[in-house]
């Protein structure tokens, strides 16, 4: 098994190294750790709680593991879809003689460790300014980590054995309902809260709720590929041809918009995807605001508050978009990259925008605000939307995960996101949730329409700059 | 089943007004990358009419050279011409009239066969329906035909290719480049696919086959090219020649160790 893992991570780390260059790769742990402590420092500055900055960490490590956990829902054959042609130690079980089951096992205890090092622990020694104000012992750093470490397997570990049941034809309504009945009973008997702080050790790590927590996510993992079927194969999908008649209604002529949309509606979760993150991004842009509130003591306007965050939802978009082809699959063809990025671009008007002006319009009906104020966000997440889009198909052409793990392309993006974002918020804060000055009014106005001609510019730009890079 | 003989080729592809003028040539071509000379100074030519066998070991330069002749990839040096055109100077006008067959690529995963040939009519286009009638007669001759209407993502290897060889014939090319067709085929398909290029080629059409495959380039190939290195190291008239013969000529060209090619 130690032969095994240590094959695997060293797979794991040239695969990396190989998407994106050994140097570009090795880094990216230095710089989770510079964000982390600048956000850390930042907050702290601000008078953030420790304990709200401990909750935030935590929130976000959960969602990661979730979604690392479907490494064993993709097997070998989404990451080939997904990196391309490559060939992984995690496909060897079907020419040695080594168990799937096994294999399965040893690539997600390698997943786990490996982000252990390259995300976790910086983000842990981020919290590193805390120790330097008293907040923190040094100890904490440990702990920290320790606990982070202990919610990111339970993600993990949750997504897995979802997935592990699946492969025993049970149906993913029933998986639904269960996952849905469990959170409604959690809610019901106010258990929701106790059973997350005893998934988070940092509070108290010798506490018996997360001394059970700790003994019962290895279990779960252990039980979880016990029940995974490696024989599972899934039926031969069929479909009535709708290429012809999707692309008779859209404006198509080369039918790369359809290829777009039918890759998307007919992959696992479908058009559902963008909707859900865009929910997603929205309970996450609730609980900051909370937070944010309670630090600065003012609540800010809510359209610029929402309108700035929520259009972030199109780098996610942008990501479902782009998740089953690359540009060589197009070369034999007569089309012009730049033909292929305008489809994405009008794909990413048809299913990105709508979610993300529903999830701002949900969020106004929370959170009340004047009709100048939701106009004027509702503008600033129309440019953003277009911003950051364009920046994302700039940086990353049609491979926006390579953000990932590309430390410069990383920092490029991480830059190009805050230099909008950071002065919106800041003006949404200062602005309150009053009436809005002329002045603001007049600036922001001014100022989106600009981001989003910019976000516009890169977009077309893309197409000529992925053309040289092939 | 029908034989596939009423999928007429293209038969408008009668040699140039001079009759000199080659189908697919190449002077000089090279392309490197980082320190890898891929292909150095490759020169070949391939008349209309005929099928060149393009013959190397693994990591040779085969699938290099196809991607420079059609416009894929730019020579760092040299220059080619495909049909009267430039590759490098008009790489999408070259792709219009050719059909190519790359080495490892699938269909789209959520396409259906008969969606993506509809994809394939609109990206060339081409006419709807006779691109759909087109599309059922070779998936009646290379035996696909019960599978047109499943996920692409959901097809065996074997069906996959098939599909790859019908999209690179669907708009009855004037020249084709088809790189290792017969990979993952049944014998009887085989047969076919190999039937398909002779008739394409009869027809007066050029078609540059890259193979690792003595027989198969024995076979079908009125002409062979042998490269390695990046370079074209000979090449010689088939005339019925036999696979033993022509392995002669590549042991010779080649070595007989198994060679360390740079990619």
């Known amino acids: 098994m130690r032969a095994l893992l240590s094959w695997l991570a060293r797979e794991e780390f040239r695969l990396h190294a190989d998407l994106f260059g050994s140097r570009r790769f090795a880094p990216f742990p230095l710089l989770v750790a510079a964000l982390a402590a600048s956000a850390v420092w930042a907050l702290d500055a601000a008078g953030t709680a420790p304990g709200e900055m401990v909750t935030g960490v935590h929130l976000l490590v959960f969602g990661f593991g979730l979604y690392t956990g479907t490494a064993g829902l993709v097997g070998a054959d989404l990451i080939e879809r997904v990196l391309g042609e490559r060939a992984l130690l995690l496909s060897a079980?079907?020419?040695?003689?080594?168990?799937?089951?096994?294999?399965?096992?040893?690539?997600?205890?390698?997943?786990?460790?490996?982000?252990?090092?390259?995300?976790?622990?910086?983000?842990?020694?981020?919290?590193?300014?805390?120790?330097?104000?008293?907040?923190?012992?040094?100890?904490?750093?440990?702990?920290?980590?320790?606990?982070?470490?202990?919610?990111?397997?339970?993600?993990?570990?949750?997504?897995?054995?979802?997935?592990?049941?699946?492969?025993?034809?049970?149906?993913?309504?029933?998986?639904?309902?269960?996952?849905?009945?469990?959170?409604?009973?959690?809610?019901?008997?106010?258990?929701?809260?106790?059973?997350?702080?005893?998934?988070?050790?940092?509070?108290?790590?010798?506490?018996?709720?997360?001394?059970?927590?700790?003994?019962?996510?290895?279990?779960?993992?252990?039980?979880?590929?016990?029940?995974?079927?490696?024989?599972?194969?899934?039926?031969?999908?069929?479909?009535?041809?709708?290429?012809?008649?999707?692309?008779?209604r859209l404006p198509d002529e080369q039918g790369l918009l359809t290829r777009t949309l039918l890759d998307l509606g007919r992959s696992s979760g479908g058009f559902a995807k963008p909707v859900v993150s865009a929910a997603l991004l929205l309970l996450l842009t609730?609980?900051?605001?909370?937070?944010?509130?309670?630090?600065?003591?003012?609540?800010?306007?809510?359209?610029?508050?929402?309108?700035?965050?929520?259009?972030?939802?199109?780098?996610?978009?942008?990501?479902?978009?782009?998740?089953?082809?690359?540009?060589?699959?197009?070369?034999?063809?007569?089309?012009?990259?730049?033909?292929?990025?305008?489809?994405?671009?009008?794909?990413?008007?048809?299913?990105?925008?709508?979610?993300?002006?529903?999830?701002?319009?949900?969020?106004?009906?929370?959170?009340?605000?004047?009709?100048?104020?939701?106009?004027?966000?509702?503008?600033?997440?129309?440019?953003?939307?277009?911003?950051?889009?364009?920046?994302?198909?700039?940086?990353?052409?049609?491979?926006?995960?390579?953000?990932?793990?590309?430390?410069?392309?990383?920092?490029?993006?991480?830059?190009?996101?805050?230099?909008?974002?950071?002065?919106?918020?800041?003006?949404?804060?200062a602005a309150g949730e009053g009436d809005l000055p002329l002045w603001l009014v007049a600036a922001v106005a001014v100022c989106a329409p600009v981001l989003g001609l910019l976000g516009v510019a890169l977009a077309r730009r893309a197409g000529e700059k992925w053309a040289d890079a092939v | 089943m029908p034989d596939g003989s009423h999928l007429a080729p293209n038969v408008n592809a009668a040699p140039s007004e001079s009759g000199c003028m080659a189908a697919i040539e190449a002077s000089g071509l090279t392309k490197t990358y980082g320190d890898v000379r891929a292909v150095d100074g490759l020169s070949l030519s391939v008349e209309r009419g005929e099928l060149f066998g393009f013959l190397g070991p693994n990591g040779a330069g085969k699938t290099?050279?196809?991607?420079?002749?059609?416009?894929?990839?730019?020579?760092?040096?040299?220059?080619?011409?495909?049909?009267?055109?430039?590759?490098?100077?008009?790489?999408?006008?070259?792709?219009?009239?050719?059909?190519?067959?790359?080495?490892?690529?699938?269909?789209?995963?959520?396409?259906?066969?008969r969606e993506f040939f509809e994809f394939v009519a609109r990206v060339r286009d081409l006419d709807d329906d006779a691109v759909a009638e087109r599309a059922a007669e070779w998936a009646e001759r290379l035996g696909f035909a019960s599978k047109l209407d499943t996920l692409a993502a959901d097809l065996s290897r074997g069906q996959q290719q098939k599909v790859m060889v019908t999209q690179s014939f669907l708009h009855d090319p004037e020249a084709v480049f088809i790189d290792e067709p017969l990979a993952n085929l049944d014998p009887l398909v085989q047969e076919r696919v190999k039937r398909a290029l002779a008739e394409h080629t009869e027809a007066g059409n050029a078609a540059l086959l890259s193979t690792h495959n003595i027989e198969v380039a024995a076979e079908l190939c009125d002409r062979v090219g042998i490269v390695t290195d990046g370079e074209m190291v000979t090449t010689r008239q088939m005339d019925g020649a036999g696979a033993e013969s022509l392995m002669d000529t590549f042991l010779e060209a080649v070595g007989e160790d198994a060679r360390d090619t740079p990619r």
């Open chain 1, 93 to 248: 079980s079907a020419y040695l003689p080594v168990s799937k089951r096994r294999l399965l096992g040893a690539f997600l205890l390698k997943d786990a460790a490996y982000y252990a090092v390259l995300f976790l622990l910086p983000l842990g020694v981020g919290f590193a300014p805390l120790v330097f104000t008293g907040a923190f012992a040094p100890l904490d750093l440990l702990i920290l980590w320790f606990s982070l470490l202990l919610l990111f397997a339970a993600g993990m570990a949750i997504t897995f054995a979802f997935i592990a049941v699946r492969t025993r034809a049970v149906p993913r309504s029933a998986l639904a309902a269960v996952a849905v009945g469990a959170l409604a009973a959690g809610w019901w008997t106010e258990m929701l809260a106790p059973v997350w702080d005893a998934f988070v050790a940092f509070d108290d790590p010798l506490a018996p709720a997360s001394l059970a927590v700790l003994l019962g996510v290895p279990l779960l993992g252990i039980a979880s590929l016990a029940v995974y079927d490696p024989t599972h194969r899934r039926a031969a999908r069929t479909r009535t041809a709708a290429f012809g008649r999707w692309r008779r």
């Open chain 2, 64 to 113: 290099t050279t196809i991607e420079l002749l059609t416009g894929q990839t730019r020579p760092d040096d040299g220059r080619a011409e495909v049909l009267g055109a430039d590759p490098a100077a008009d790489p999408l006008g070259v792709r219009e009239r050719v059909g190519i067959l790359p080495e490892r690529h699938a269909p789209p995963s959520y396409l259906t066969p």
């Open chain 1, 286 to 429: 609730v609980f900051l605001e909370s937070v944010a509130a309670s630090v600065v003591g003012v609540a800010p306007a809510p359209g610029l508050f929402y309108g700035s965050v929520l259009g972030l939802s199109a780098f996610t978009t942008y990501s479902w978009l782009t998740q089953f082809d690359d540009i060589a699959e197009y070369r034999p063809f007569p089309i012009t990259v730049a033909a292929v990025f305008r489809a994405k671009r009008v794909a990413f008007l048809l299913v990105g925008i709508p979610p993300a002006v529903l999830a701002y319009a949900v969020a106004l009906a929370y959170a009340s605000t004047t009709p100048l104020d939701a106009l004027l966000g509702l503008l600033v997440l129309l440019s953003l939307s277009a911003y950051f889009f364009g920046l994302t198909v700039y940086l990353a052409g049609l491979d926006p995960n390579a953000f990932l793990f590309d430390t410069v392309r990383f920092a490029a993006f991480t830059v190009g996101v805050a230099v909008p974002v950071v002065p919106a918020l800041l003006v949404g804060f």
